[in-house]
């Protein structure tokens, strides 16, 4: 055959793919699996989202869109920005892309040149150094742990920063662990980019998802010369269940919005059209469907930690927003359960594949091998009845 580019070969595929295939294979099968494997909300779309997108598309709103965005909804999403994290964009700081997870792409295809290093958090979301990668730029991992609740500490940044470090990116609410960065690590982290003249990529997508009442705090919000090197990654695939959408936006400095903007006229263009429609009614209607999602979220987060607690063996940090837990189930390596050496998370969700009918994702998808990700994204009922099979297949 002929050969494929390097770039090709080294992006991993993704193994919570792998994983998510090999459950549906099952179910196929007949075989009842609870499944705590979603990266995405159970909830439907709102229907008046929909509703707005099905006229839109009825009226003929059908042809390409300015690059990047329609102006009524970066006008939409400046306002967003000034009215939920006091930051005032102007729409022409602010791009619409095909998700968050591609406006994170064009981020780095602006930003990074050859050898350019980019910092974040290891347990991190599975496409961080694959996205890095494709910059052709390299993943500079700061390791995590549950004590310190997943949150890089400034002095663990300061640590690995060189001439090549072009950006930091921090994800809070995170994903895999629920983790929220406070106000005073955000300062220093802001202080040590500004110092030191690196961006900050703040990915913000699960800002809605917060519990036990915490406020959301956009970095960029601190004050205006950290506002001027952050990127602010946001969207509507996981506030208002629209992953499949495929709408997300970037607010940064000017000049990085414009490079952004004509790398996506090169490759997708603008949005999709009605689904930028569908972005404009979920911004600017109603937020209750929001909240009501929120606290179901909430409700299920508190359920899922009660019943991880009954279960030896098991620790994790309570996960304080986004909808992961990610416990620490490494005391059962090493160990003979039910015929099955458990030697790392692969094994361990192999085992529980098999064993007790539940699909996770193994912590390695997000360089901790420790752990097991679940997503609570579910109802209380498939929780129960999954904890209920974990437990039983833990107990030996
Ligand atoms: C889901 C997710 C995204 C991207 O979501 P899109 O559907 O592409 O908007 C970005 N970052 C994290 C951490 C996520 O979990």
């Given amino acids: 055959m002929l050969s494929l580019s390097q770039r090709s070969e080294k992006v991993a595929p993704s193994s919570t793919l792998a994983i998510t295939a090999k459950i549906n294979t099952m179910q196929a099968e007949g075989i009842d699996i609870v499944k705590?494997?979603?990266?995405?909300?159970?909830?439907?779309?709102?229907?008046?989202?929909?509703?707005?997108?099905?006229?839109?598309?009825?009226?003929?709103?059908t042809k390409y869109t300015p690059v990047p965005g329609i102006t009524e909804l970066r006008e939409a999403i400046a306002e967003k920005f000034k009215k939920d994290n006091d930051l005032v964009f102007s729409p022409?700081?602010?791009?619409?892309?095909?998700?968050?997870?591609?406006?994170?792409?064009?981020?780095?295809?602006?930003?990074?040149?050859?050898?350019?290093?980019?910092?974040?958090?290891?347990?991190?979301?599975?496409?961080?150094?694959?996205i890095v990668k494709l910059a052709d730029a390299t993943p500079v991992i700061v390791e995590t742990t549950a004590d310190e609740n997943f949150c890089m500490k400034p002095e663990q940044i300061e640590s690995v920063i060189s001439d090549r470090t072009k950006a930091v990116i921090i994800s809070s609410p995170g994903n895999p662990t629920g983790t929220v960065y406070d106000a005073p690590t955000l300062a220093q982290i802001a202080e040590l980019a500004l110092n030191r003249q690196f961006y900050v990529i703040?990915?913000?997508?699960?800002?809605?998802?917060?519990?036990?009442?915490?406020?959301h705090q956009s970095i960029a919000s601190l004050n205006?010369?950290?506002?001027?090197?952050?990127?602010?990654?946001?969207?509507?695939?996981?506030?208002?269940s629209m992953t499949g959408w495929r709408i997300?936006?970037?607010?940064?400095?000017?000049?990085?919005?414009?490079?952004?903007?004509?790398?996506?006229?090169?490759?997708?263009?603008?949005?999709?059209?009605?689904?930028?429609?569908?972005?404009?009614?979920?911004?600017?209607?109603?937020?209750?469907?929001?909240?009501?999602?929120?606290?179901?979220?909430?409700?299920?987060?508190?359920?899922?930690?009660q019943r991880f607690d009954e279960i030896d063996g098991i620790t994790y940090a309570k996960p304080q927003g986004a909808f992961y837990i990610f416990p620490?189930?490494?005391?059962?390596?090493?160990?003979?359960?039910?015929?099955?050496?458990?030697?790392?998370?692969?094994?361990?969700?192999?085992?529980?594949?098999?064993?007790?009918?539940?699909?996770?994702?193994?912590?390695?998808?997000?360089?901790?091998?420790?752990h097991l990700r679940l997503s609570f994204a579910t109802s209380l009922e498939e929780i129960n009845s999954g904890l209920d099979r974990i437990k039983e297949a833990l107990t030996y």
């Fill in 248 to 305: 997300g936006y970037t607010a940064g400095p000017e000049k990085a919005i414009q490079a952004m903007s004509r790398i996506q006229s090169h490759s997708t263009s603008n949005p999709t059209s009605i689904a930028q429609i569908g972005a404009l009614t979920a911004l600017t209607e109603s937020q209750e469907a929001v909240e009501e999602m929120r606290q179901a979220f909430e409700e299920r987060r508190n359920v899922i930690c």
């Fill in 224 to 240: 205006e010369t950290v506002r001027e090197i952050t990127f602010v990654v946001n969207g509507v695939s996981k506030a208002y």
């Fill in 92 to 130: 022409s700081q602010i791009i619409v892309s095909c998700g968050a997870k591609h406006s994170i792409y064009n981020i780095l295809q602006a930003i990074c040149n050859p050898g350019d290093e980019v910092v974040f958090a290891a347990p991190y979301w599975v496409s961080y150094p694959e």
């Fill in 328 to 370: 620490d189930v490494s005391a059962h390596y090493g160990r003979r359960i039910h015929g099955k050496t458990i030697n790392g998370s692969l094994d361990m969700t192999a085992y529980l594949l098999d064993n007790a009918r539940v699909g996770v994702i193994p912590g390695s998808a997000s360089g901790a091998d420790n």
């Fill in 202 to 215: 703040s990915d913000e997508i699960y800002e809605a998802l917060l519990y036990d009442n915490l406020k």
């Fill in 36 to 61: 705590f494997a979603a990266g995405e909300p159970d909830f439907d779309t709102p229907e008046y989202i929909k509703d707005a997108a099905i006229e839109s598309l009825r009226n003929g709103f």
